[in-house]
């Protein structure tokens, strides 16, 4: 587990926000949840970009999971390019198994089929997001991305996390620095 706290050099339960510069397309304007990160590297979900080919039905079907009944309209989130075939329901505390991974006292964050079928039955967490992939960093890659400018972070937000409003969740995140996104410049490099 990571050290937390506000002098902890780790982003364990804080939002990542990609730089206008941000050179991967995959992340270009992206929030990431980051659900771990120590000195081994860090993984973390993106939260503002829906796989629109893919409804939360259809993916029941793909598993094998009865998808007779009434099912609640659940976005399908792209999380991330690592393992982009395996799911995560990032997810209110209220929800907890043997294998939920608790990033702090209020987010959780499962990857059994067991937490699909909750939420297919309407017996799953308050608020989730579900997601195919996920964001990986080895050993100090993240932190030489931030070095160089890729990112910047802030404490999460559950609207933020939780929320439809995609389209405006990067905005919304920068806002938070006390930032305009339009006064930030796509170059990377130090003044």
């Given at each position: 587990m990571s050290e937390r706290g506000?002098?902890?050099p780790y982003l364990t339960?804080?939002?990542?926000?990609?730089?206008?510069?941000?050179?991967?397309?995959?992340?270009?304007?992206?929030?990431?949840?980051?659900?771990?990160?120590?000195?081994?590297?860090?993984?973390g979900l993106v939260l503002n970009q829906v796989i629109e080919s893919l409804t939360f039905n259809q993916l029941l079907g793909q598993l094998g999971i009865d998808e007779s009944k009434s099912r609640p309209d659940v976005p399908v989130h792209f999380g991330g390019p690592v393992e982009s075939g395996r799911g995560f329901v990032l997810h209110t505390a209220d929800y907890?198994?043997?294998?939920?991974?608790?990033?702090?006292?209020?987010?959780?964050?499962?990857a059994t089929?067991?937490?699909?079928?909750?939420?297919?039955?309407?017996?799953?967490?308050?608020?989730?997001?579900?997601?195919?992939?996920?964001?990986?960093?080895?050993?100090?890659?993240?932190?030489?991305?931030i070095r160089?400018?890729?990112?910047?972070?802030?404490?999460?937000?559950?609207?933020?996390?939780?929320?439809?409003?995609?389209?405006?969740k990067w905005e919304r995140a920068i806002s938070k620095l006390g930032i305009d996104p339009r006064m930030l410049s796509d170059e990377a490099g130090h003044a």
């Open positions: 506000p002098d902890s339960g804080q939002l990542l926000i990609a730089m206008p510069g941000m050179r991967d397309e995959r992340f270009a304007r992206s929030v990431i949840y980051m659900c771990a990160h120590t000195d081994e590297g860090a993984m907890k198994q043997d294998a939920t991974l608790e990033v702090d006292t209020e987010i959780g964050l499962t089929v067991d937490i699909l079928k909750s939420i297919a039955r309407g017996h799953g967490p308050r608020r989730s997001l579900l997601a195919l992939g996920y964001a990986g960093w080895g050993p100090g890659q993240l932190d030489s991305e160089q400018n890729g990112w910047l972070q802030v404490p999460a937000d559950a609207q933020i996390i939780f929320d439809r409003e995609h389209e405006s």
